[in-house]
């Protein structure tokens, strides 16, 4: 089984819609984080969490939300969906030092219409 | 900004070595180089990284300059799975808790 798995694969929905992504990983890390990617571009940091009551906004947050549930759930919501939060999603965890390798989950595609 | 300069695409030859160069002028003194790719379809997934010294593990090995504004990742012998965008990313140490940031990358050909 994989190590970071996220629900859905794949989702479209419309304009106006809340919407909840989530992502589990069994690695038994304490840092999680939700990333975007848009075509041709890398990845951009929306939200990360160092453990269960640490929460920090990253580069591009407005317009979402998250929750760390416990260690090894990290959900990311669209509170009102938009057509420009039309993304590739991508979860990841990191061991306690925040130089190590992180490992991600494989994409949540968000087509918001 | 991600801080590295990396070129837009190469292609290689499958068996043959491939160098994918990247610049970082700006790198501080305790910043690491990370190399990241990603295959299509799928999450990115950590390749090498380093701090002065040249680096090797199963995947690939990374050349740092001595001046450190310049690193290359070194695949040995491409194959078709090797196919993919690398990114080299600087982390820098103390500020952002280390987070990854992440440039376009280089789209990485390989041809039978």
Redesign the interface.
């Known amino acids: 089984d994989a190590d970071v798995t996220q629900t859905p694969r794949n989702r479209i929905t419309k304009t106006g819609k809340r919407i909840m992504l989530e992502c589990s990983q069994t690695k038994g890390h304490d840092r999680m984080y939700w990333y975007r990617q848009d075509p041709g571009l890398g990845l951009r940091l929306i939200y990360y969490s160092f453990d269960v009551k640490d929460i920090n906004k990253g580069e591009i947050s407005d317009g979402y939300s998250v929750s760390r549930q416990a260690q090894a759930k990290f959900s990311l919501s669209l509170e009102s969906a938009i057509p420009n939060q039309t993304a590739l999603y991508f979860c990841a965890t990191g061991g306690a030092n925040p130089y190590n390798e992180q490992f991600f989950g494989p994409g949540t595609r968000l087509t918001v219409l | 900004d ?1 801080k590295t300069t990396q070129p837009n695409s190469m292609e290689s030859n499958e068996e043959e070595p491939v160098h994918l160069p990247c610049n970082h002028s700006t790198i501080s003194g305790t910043d ?1 180089i ?1 190399w990241y790719r990603q295959l299509p ?6 390749v090498i ?1 380093g701090l002065t010294s040249n680096v090797n593990n199963r995947m690939a090995s990374l050349a740092i300059a001595e001046d450190r504004k310049s690193s290359t990742l070194i695949l040995h012998r491409a194959t078709l799975r090797d196919a993919a965008v690398y ?1 080299c990313i600087l ?1 820098i ?1 103390g500020g952002s ?9 280089t789209k990485l050909s390989v041809k039978p």
């Open positions: 991600a690491y990370h379809s799928q999450g990115p997934e950590y990284h990114y982390r140490y808790q280390g987070n990854l940031i992440f440039g376009k990358g």
